[in-house]
């Protein structure tokens, strides 16, 4: 029973570049959502979505980041032209349905980002 | 906004001693509260919840009650093994987004044999 799956775990990239995150939920989950980690600080909220939809978004920067849910496949969270800033551990988490205090968002190990 | 104040690390303990995690939090209404762990190379776990006020989250030896009066929600175990070592995250939920996490920096523990 695979847990909360992201890669790559480590993923270096030069100013401009493109970065690319997946995420593939636990089995059965439809609700996956997107945190950042910024050094010495807590996790915060990116994006919430469900298959095909983005369902919360006011965490993510408005330019350069986007995120989807496809039908078929992961989850990406994709970062266009990235700079230093978004040096970041970038973690998913899945939950079977919405909503913490009746259920549980399991997260995956993340995707640690560096930009030089 | 919603905010969570988790005590600096990194702790350093012995086998065998007490563990306290002080948290602190901020929010609007009554949030509901959440301990995560992380051990090394895996992603966050929850170990323990509390919904509202006066109750109180226990797994695996730790707990954590829901203070409202003093806005905190402290982690304890009394006697902590070598496989305890880990980043604590504290984290809350409020409002009607409660698939929202609002996490604290975590505290990095490491106990010693």
């Known amino acids: 029973n695979a847990g909360v799956m992201q890669n790559p775990r480590h993923l270096v990239r030069r100013r401009g570049q493109e970065a690319r995150l997946r995420c593939s939920p636990m089995k059965g989950h439809s609700h996956v959502y997107w945190y950042r980690q910024l050094p010495e600080e807590g996790l915060k909220f990116m994006v919430y979505?469900?298959?095909?939809?983005?369902?919360?978004e006011s965490g993510m920067p408005k330019e350069r980041f986007s995120a989807e849910f496809p039908k078929e496949g992961p989850s990406i969270l994709r970062i266009q032209q990235v700079v230093r800033g978004d040096s970041a551990a970038y973690f998913c988490?899945?939950?079977?349905?919405?909503?913490?205090?009746?259920?549980?968002?399991?997260f995956g190990a993340g995707t640690r980002l560096s930009v030089l | 906004g919603d905010s969570v104040t988790q005590m600096e690390g990194p702790v350093t303990l012995s086998e065998e001693a007490f563990l306290t995690i002080n948290c602190t939090y901020t929010a609007t209404g009554y949030p509901s509260l959440f301990w995560y762990v992380q051990y090394p190379g895996e992603g966050l776990q929850l170990l323990l919840k509390a919904t509202k006020a006066d109750d109180k989250g226990s797994n695996k030896g730790f707990e954590a009650t829901y203070r409202k009066e003093t806005t905190s929600f402290h982690l304890e175990k009394g006697s902590v093994q070598v496989s305890d070592s880990a980043v604590y995250f504290c984290?809350?939920?409020?409002?009607?987004?409660?698939?929202?996490?609002?996490f604290g920096a975590g505290t990095t523990v490491t106990v010693r044999a």
């Open positions: 984290a809350l939920t409020s409002g009607s987004n409660d698939y929202k996490l609002s």
């Open positions: 979505l469900q298959k095909e939809n983005i369902i919360d």
């Open positions: 988490a899945s939950s079977l349905e919405a909503g913490m205090v009746k259920n549980i968002q399991y």
